[in-house]
T-cell receptor, first 114, second 112 residues
């Protein structure tokens, strides 16, 4: 059973460009969480999605950031018009519908904005 | 609101030394408590967890006990190895299918 997959692992963008981060949850998992880790900081929750629904986006900036989890395919975190402050590691975690109280994390995407 | 406070790092220990990383939390009700470990360049791995007061989580020689009276979940290991060098995160959540709340992490370096 493959774990949580994220791609790309590293992403470099110039200011003003768009960044798209992908997350494929573990097989059978329908819940996805996105977290952001700034340098020397802990992980901060951004958004929680189930298939085709955003459940909680209270941690996501209101502008430039969006997330989706379509019926088919991976979850996408999209950052428009990136700025240097968006440079961080972005992790997704997945969980099954019947919660075991454990989230399984992917390896992360490290975004660098030049 | 909910929050987690960990001891500041970095922590540097010699191999076979005893490890304690302090973690305290603020939360309403009875959250579940977790320790995650992040090795260099990797994502987070669940190390251990406890879901109710007085529970002890353990894994790979690491232990932590859920102390409701002191709102703590300190991580301990009796004899650390070089391979334990990583960043350790304490976290809480209130129920399944809710986000985790993390501490800032504690970097551990173990030298031979």
């Amino acid at each position: 059973n493959a774990g949580v997959m994220q791609n790309p692992r590293h992403l470099v963008r110039r200011r003003g460009q768009e960044a798209r981060l992908r997350c494929s949850p573990m097989k059978g998992h329908s819940h996805v969480y996105w977290y952001r880790q700034l340098p020397e900081e802990g992980l901060k929750f951004m958004v929680y999605l189930q298939k085709e629904n955003i459940i909680d986006e209270s941690g996501m900036p209101k502008e430039r950031f969006s997330a989706e989890f379509p019926k088919e395919g991976p979850s996408i975190l999209r950052i428009q018009q990136v700025v240097r402050g968006d440079s961080a590691a972005y992790f997704c975690a997945s969980e099954g519908a019947v919660s075991t109280d454990t989230q399984y994390f992917g390896p992360g995407t490290r975004l660098t904005v030049l | 609101g909910n929050s987690v406070t960990q001891m500041e790092g970095p922590v540097t220990l010699s191999e076979e030394a005893f490890l304690t990383i302090n973690c305290t939390y603020t939360a309403t009700g009875y959250p579940s408590l977790f320790w995650y470990v992040q090795y260099p360049g990797e994502g987070l791995q669940l190390l251990l967890k406890a879901t109710k007061a007085d529970d002890k989580g353990s894994n790979k020689g690491f232990e932590a006990t859920y102390r409701k009276e002191t709102t703590s979940f300190h991580l301990e290991k009796g004899s650390v190895q070089v391979s334990d060098s990583a960043v350790y995160f304490c976290a809480l959540r209130h129920s399944g299918n809710t986000p985790l709340v993390f501490g800032k992490g504690t970097r551990l370096s173990v030298i031979a």
